[in-house]
C-alpha cells in the first residue's frame, strides 16, 4: 500500500526539517518543495510558520502561496498550517501595529459584498480592505491575530488543549501536552453564516493567559498553533491521524 504523498511548502519560512522528519514517522511520503505543481497535486500540503505575520505572509506571496492553497481547498485537497502557518489563514495580523480600539472581529468582507453588483458606488459601502488596520492575511477564516494578554511572553513550552468532541485530528490524544513557541493568537472564530449539510468547524483551545485558538479542524482546511513536529509522540500521533484522513 502505497504512503500519502505530502508536500512541505519550503518557501522560506519554518521548521521545514523537523516538520520533514515527523510527517515520515507519521507514514507519509514526503516532498520539501516550493513548486506550485508538486504542492497542487500532492495529497496534503502543510503550510509551517515561523516569523512575524508580516514577514510569512510576504514569503508566501513571493512564492505564490495565496494561489496554491486557494486552488487546493476549493478542490478540497487537505491543507495543514501550524504555528504562523495558522494564524495567516486569518483576516489580518495585528503584530507590529498598533491593535484599534474596535471589537477585534471582523465582518468577513466578501458578506457585505453580495448584496450589490456596484458596491462601491454606495455611500455607505465599508473602507476599502488595503485601508483596513493591521497586515491582510489569507482570509480563509474571519478574525484576526492579536498579541496575548499574558504577563510574560512568549508563551513558551507544554500546555494542556480543550478538544472539541468528535475531533479527529486529536483522536487519541485529547489529554496530551503539546508544544507551543508564540506571543500572538487568534482568540476565537465565528461564521456568519453555517450553511445546510456543512461539515461543523472544530475549534480547540489552550489558556495562556487568557484562552486562545490551538488548533482548527475546518473539512480540508486544518491548523494549529502548536508544533506537532516538535511536540514528542503526541505530535507525531496528531500528524498520524491528519495524514489518515488525506
Request: hydrophobic share 45%.
Amino acid at each position: 500500500m502505497s504512503r500519502p504523498s505530502v508536500v512541505v511548502f519550503d518557501y522560506g519560512f519554518g521548521n521545514v526539517h523537523s516538520a520533514v522528519k515527523a510527517l515520515e514517522e507519521a507514514g507519509a511520503d514526503v516532498t520539501l518543495t516550493k513548486d506550485p505543481e508538486a504542492a497542487i497535486a500532492a495529497d496534503g500540503l502543510l503550510v509551517p510558520g515561523v516569523g512575524s505575520f508580516g514577514e510569512v505572509m510576504r514569503g508566501l506571496e513571493q512564492a505564490h502561496g495565496p494561489m496554491i492553497i486557494d486552488q487546493r481547498l476549493a478542490g478540497g485537497k487537505a491543507v495543514l498550517g501550524i504555528c504562523v502557518g495558522m494564524q495567516i489563514m486569518f483576516e489580518r495580523g495585528f503584530e507590529g501595529v498598533t491593535v484599534p480600539q474596535a471589537p477585534l472581529l471582523i465582518t468577513d468582507d466578501a458578506t457585505s459584498r453580495v448584496h450589490a453588483s456596484d458596491a462601491a458606488s454606495f455611500w455607505w459601502d465599508e473602507e476599502p480592505e488595503d485601508q483596513a488596520p493591521g497586515i491582510p492575511g489569507l482570509g480563509q477564516w474571519p478574525g484576526v491575530v492579536r498579541q496575548l494578554e499574558a504577563a510574560r511572553l512568549p508563551h513558551m513550552g507544554w500546555s494542556k488543549v480543550e478538544v472539541p468532541a468528535d475531533s479527529k485530528l486529536f483522536r487519541g490524544i485529547e489529554d496530551e501536552r503539546f508544544y507551543f513557541v508564540h506571543s500572538f493568537a487568534a482568540t476565537d472564530l465565528e461564521l456568519d453564516e453555517i450553511l445546510p449539510h456543512a461539515i461543523p468547524i472544530k475549534l480547540t483551545h489552550s489558556v495562556y493567559g487568557e484562552r486562545f485558538l490551538a488548533a482548527v479542524e475546518n473539512g480540508p482546511l486544518s491548523a494549529t498553533q502548536f508544533h506537532p513536529e516538535k511536540s514528542g509522540n503526541a505530535g507525531i500521533q496528531l500528524l498520524r491521524n491528519w495524514i489518515a484522513s488525506l
